[in-house]
């Protein structure tokens, strides 16, 4: 099952959206079943079409 568009839409990093001027927008990597920032380059996994919006559960992406 894909994650739905409305879920993502009001999904934000729990990180960046206390930043001022940042939205804290998501990129949804349905191969890798993950939710990815841009900003602070954090992924976060998505378990049983679960997106953990977890800041201690992330994982920092190697790029
Ligand atoms: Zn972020």
């Avoid at 839409?9 to 206390?18: I, S």
């Avoid at 930043?19 to 990597?29: A, M, N, S």
């Avoid at 841009?38 to 790029?63: F, G, S």
Wanted: hydrophobic share 40%.
């Amino acid at each position: 099952m894909a994650l739905s568009k409305e879920l993502l839409n009001v999904l934000a990093c729990p990180k960046c959206v206390r930043e001022p001027g940042c939205t804290g927008d998501l990129e949804y990597q349905e191969e890798k079943q993950q939710l990815i920032c841009r900003h602070c380059n954090l992924a976060y996994l998505i378990k049983d079409d679960i997106p953990v919006m977890l800041v201690d559960e992330a994982v920092t992406l190697q790029e």
